[in-house]
C-alpha cells in the first residue's frame, strides 16, 4: 500500500518568504507527527495531530510555524517570514494509534529539503 | 527532558562483521523505544520496536534489545553488508506525543 508521501521533496526560498509543505498520511491513520531534522542534529519534534483532538503544538520553535490538519487526513506545515535558521529537512509521520498506545510504530515521509537563502 | 545518546556517531566496518549499535536514555519511564535506519536523502524505516514491557526484538539479522531500568538499548546486526550501510537512530517514547531521537550512529560495511 502507499505509504507517507510529502510534498515537495525540495525547496528553496528567499528570507522573509513564506513556505507551506504538505503531508499525505496512510489511510487510515489517526495520529500525524512533523518533525525537523537540521544538519548534524537529531529530529526535533514539531507537532503532533490525533483525529479530532486539539493538536499538540508543544514542539514549535516559534509563532512563525504552524500547522493544519484538515478532514483528518492531509497536513500542512507553514512557516512564516523563513529565516536561514529554518533550513532543514522536515518531516512527516503517522501512525495508527497514537498516545498512550505501547505499539504505535511511526512511518515516516521521505522528507522536504528546505534551503532558506 | 529525555535525552537519547548514541555512540559511536559513525561505525566502518568489513562485510561479514557482525556489529552492536548503542543507545542511551536519561528517562526509563518510556512506552517503547524504535530503532530506525535512515538511507542519505530519505526518510526513516522502522527496523523494531521494543515496547517497554519486554528486553529483545529480531527480525532478520537484527536483534534489539532493552534494559530499561538501566536506560539501555542495543541494535546487534549479524554477517553485516554492503547494504546495511545507513545511519542507524533510536527513538524512544514517552508520556509525551513524540518520539525523542538520538543523533545516530552513521554505519559504512566496506564490501
Known amino acids: 500500500g502507499a505509504g507517507v508521501s510529502q510534498s515537495p521533496s525540495n525547496k528553496v526560498t528567499e528570507k522573509g518568504k513564506d513556505v507551506e509543505l504538505r503531508c499525505d498520511p496512510i489511510?487510515?491513520?489517526?495520529?500525524l507527527y512533523w518533525y525537523r531534522q537540521s544538519l548534524g542534529q537529531g529530529l526535533e519534534f514539531l507537532i503532533y495531530?490525533?483525529?479530532?483532538?486539539?493538536?499538540?503544538k508543544s514542539g514549535l520553535p516559534s509563532d512563525r510555524f504552524s500547522a493544519e490538519r484538515t478532514g483528518g487526513s492531509v497536513s500542512t506545515l507553514t512557516i512564516q517570514r523563513t529565516q536561514q535558521e529554518d533550513s532543514a529537512v522536515y518531516l512527516c509521520?503517522?501512525?495508527?494509534?497514537?498516545?498512550?498506545?505501547?505499539?504505535?510504530?511511526?512511518?515516516f515521509g521521505p522528507g522536504t529539503r528546505l534551503t532558506v537563502l | 527532558k529525555q535525552e537519547v545518546t548514541q555512540i559511536p556517531a559513525a561505525l566502518s566496518v568489513p562485510e561479514g562483521e557482525n556489529l552492536v549499535l548503542n543507545c542511551s536514555f536519561t528517562?526509563?519511564?518510556?512506552?517503547?523505544l524504535q530503532w530506525f535506519r535512515q538511507d542519505p536523502g530519505k526518510g526513516l524505516t522502522s527496523l523494531l520496536l521494543?515496547?517497554?514491557?519486554?528486553r529483545e526484538q529480531t527480525s532478520g539479522r537484527l536483534n534489539a534489545s532493552l534494559d530499561k531500568s538501566s536506560g539501555r538499548s542495543t541494535l546487534y546486526i549479524a554477517a553485516s553488508q554492503p547494504g546495511d550501510s545507513a545511519t542507524y537512530l533510536c527513538?524512544?517514547?514517552?508520556?509525551?506525543?513524540?518520539?525523542?531521537f538520538g543523533t545516530g550512529t552513521r554505519l559504512t560495511v566496506i564490501p
Open positions: 509521520a503517522s501512525s495508527i494509534i497514537g498516545t498512550g498506545a505501547t505499539t504505535d510504530t511511526q512511518y
Open positions: 489511510s487510515g491513520h489517526t495520529a
Open positions: 495531530f490525533q483525529g479530532n483532538s486539539a493538536p499538540d
Open positions: 528517562d526509563s519511564a518510556i512506552y517503547n
Open positions: 521494543i515496547q517497554s514491557s519486554q
Open positions: 527513538a524512544v517514547k514517552t508520556g509525551a506525543n513524540n518520539l525523542f
